[in-house]
């Protein structure tokens, strides 16, 4: 039998951290294996996959929805092709943080895949600072993201005290009994450490059949009870998205100035936002999760672009000052 290409899937809610693994795995990587890397992302900007293009992987990005519902069959063709005409010797997915993972698996395991894939390593990272703030008012997508993982990485776990650690990881263990979970810094590991199999954790998913994960929602047998309360809406209709993409040269006291009214509300509720823009000087990476955010100097781009995910969005508010056509916007 044709040997089966080991996939690995890194899901995990917005900005907890997938692609920065991603990068650590790419650049800590000690075979040579031939990589078929597939991003997705929910808005229309690709700008993950521009971030991982310093590796020596081939990328495919799927943009403009979830490969999880309203992109499904264009993700199951992609993966396909990939799989005849790359012939990949290993394949990492990073799904939209909105996806769901038991959707995910579930695409993975359809019958055409049985023979060429064998699941290897599914994991989703969890972000320490905003564990509870989303489990509350986004369970449904964040709960399932834990319920399937067979490895959960605690991310940005410098900055917390071992108490609220130890909370994160409590609440984690609600949904998933079983799953093997790390919370050290990842400067601290190596990535083979972290994404290290360890038989004391029994996560049967890899082995389970697809149908078995659509019966654990139904009858919620193996699944604590809040999971009973899935709806089968997506991620689409819950949240919504603006792109941008344009030549505007972005002064470091405007970027702060955009990314502090993000964070007051002012053009809705943006969960997260992540940009590559041209500066003065240089170029700009910025990210944005639920009210903490970052820039850093990056190297230059054909065009700037920027995406912006979450609820009540004021779209032309927010387009109006990329582009600086708003009074405040300089
Ligand atoms: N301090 C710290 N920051 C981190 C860590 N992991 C990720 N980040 C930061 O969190 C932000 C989001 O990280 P990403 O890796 O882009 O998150 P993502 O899950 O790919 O985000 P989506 O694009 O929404 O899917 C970036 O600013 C990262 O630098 C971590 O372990 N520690």
């Not at 795995?25 to 929910?42: G, Q, S």
């Not at 499904?72 to 005849?84: C, M, R, Y």
């Not at 609440?171 to 790390?182: C, E, G, L, P, V």
Request: glycine share 6%; aromatic share 8%.
């Amino acid at each position: 039998m044709a040997h089966k290409v080991p996939l690995d899937i890194v899901s995990g809610f917005l900005g907890a951290g997938k692609t920065t693994l991603l990068l650590k795995l790419l650049k800590e990587r000690t075979t040579n294996e031939k990589l078929f890397i597939l991003e997705n992302e929910y808005g229309k900007a690709g700008i993950d996959g521009t971030l991982l293009s310093v590796s020596n992987a081939k990328i495919e990005e799927i943009y403009s929805g979830c490969i999880c519902c309203s992109l499904k069959g264009e993700f199951t063709n992609v993966l396909q092709q990939a799989i005849s005409e790359i012939k990949p010797e290993r394949i990492l997915i990073e799904p939209t943080g909105i996806g769901k993972l038991s959707e995910v698996l579930q695409i993975v395991k359809q019958p055409c895949f049985h023979d060429v894939i064998s699941l290897d390593h599914v994991i989703t990272v969890v972000d320490v600072h905003h564990a509870h703030s989303f489990l509350v008012n986004f369970g449904e997508f964040y709960k399932d993201q834990i319920a399937y993982a067979q490895t959960i990485v605690c991310s940005k776990t410098q900055d917390v005290s071992p108490q609220e650690i130890e909370e994160v990881v409590k609440m984690i263990r609600r949904y998933n009994a079983s799953a093997r979970i790390t919370t050290t810094p990842w400067n601290q590991l190596s990535i083979q450490q972290i994404l290290a199999k360890d038989p004391l954790y029994e996560n049967q998913i890899a082995s389970e059949p697809a149908s078995n994960i659509r019966k654990r929602f139904s009858s919620g047998a193996k699944q604590p009870q809040a999971l009973n309360h899935v709806k089968r809406h997506s991620g689409a209709e819950t949240f919504q998205n603006v792109s941008w993409k344009g030549s505007r040269v972005f002064s470091v006291s405007i970027l702060k100035k955009m990314l502090d009214h993000i964070s007051t509300g002012q053009y809705g509720q943006i969960v997260r936002a992540k940009g590559l823009v041209a500066g003065e000087k240089s170029w700009f990476h910025f990210e944005y999760v639920n009210g903490r955010w970052e820039y850093k100097s990056a190297k230059p781009h054909t065009i700037g672009q920027a995406v912006f995910i979450g609820q009540n969005l004021l779209s032309e508010q927010l387009l109006k000052t990329l582009e600086g056509h708003n009074a405040e916007s300089g």
